[in-house]
């Protein structure tokens, strides 16, 4: 859970900022966007796969 506690001199703009902040760091939105729909256990399995494979030819690309 993410909590953001606001300072009395702060501004809402800036609360609100840090609160964005937070729950990107933590991976809320793109939690949400995954629970969204349901997604078959073999499209799961193609999509990790194909982050590997894209995460691997990075990794040797900037390697080199």
Known sequence: MTTVIVEPDESFENALKRFK???E???LMSE???RQ???KPSVKRKRKTLAARK???K???FSE
């Open 32 to 34: 949400l966007r995954k």
């Open 25 to 27: 760091k933590a991976g």
């Open 37 to 39: 729909h349901y997604e």
């Open 55 to 57: 995460k691997a030819k």
């Open 21 to 23: 902040k937070q729950c």
């Open 59 to 61: 990794r040797e690309r």
